[in-house]
Nanobody
Framework: QVKLVESGGGLVQDGASLRLSCTVS????????ISWFRQAPGTEREFVAG????????NFADSVKGRFTISRDNAKNTVYLQMNALKPEDTAVYYC?????????????????WGQGTQVTVSA
């Protein structure tokens, strides 16, 4: 059984930084592509950032390019989302998801496992 657990969310002010972690258990992280999605109240869940199984390729939503970075430490079975220059519109529940094929497609249907989410709130 593969389990994903997100951590690192919280309440911060406009312009602050946070680092989210997604820790995978049950199988080695090295076989999975991992992406972060987010969902704000009353909106659809949207892709934020993704990293393929070996870290060679990353991709980002236009809304976070230049502010967010994604990285992975397969030895620690953890993927990180570094979020800088946070804005109130970044407020959402952030989910990580694992793709057993090793990719990190922006569409939700490609993912096999999801975490429970962590709340990020950015105050103006």
């Amino acid at each position: 059984q593969v389990k994903l657990v997100e951590s690192g969310g919280g309440l911060v002010q406009d312009g602050a930084s946070l680092r989210l972690s997604c820790t995978v258990s049950g199988r080695p992280l090295s076989t999975y592509g991992i992406s972060w999605f987010r969902q704000a109240p009353g909106t659809e869940r949207e892709f934020v950032a993704g990293i393929i199984w070996n870290g060679a390729t990353t991709n980002f939503a236009d809304s976070v390019k230049g502010r967010f970075t994604i990285s992975r430490d397969n030895a620690k079975n953890t993927v990180y989302l570094q979020m800088n220059a946070l804005k109130p519109e970044d407020t959402a529940v952030y989910y990580c998801a694992a793709d057993g094929g090793g990719w990190a497609d922006p569409t939700e249907s490609g993912y096999d496992y999801w975490g429970q989410g962590t709340q990020v709130t950015v105050s103006a």
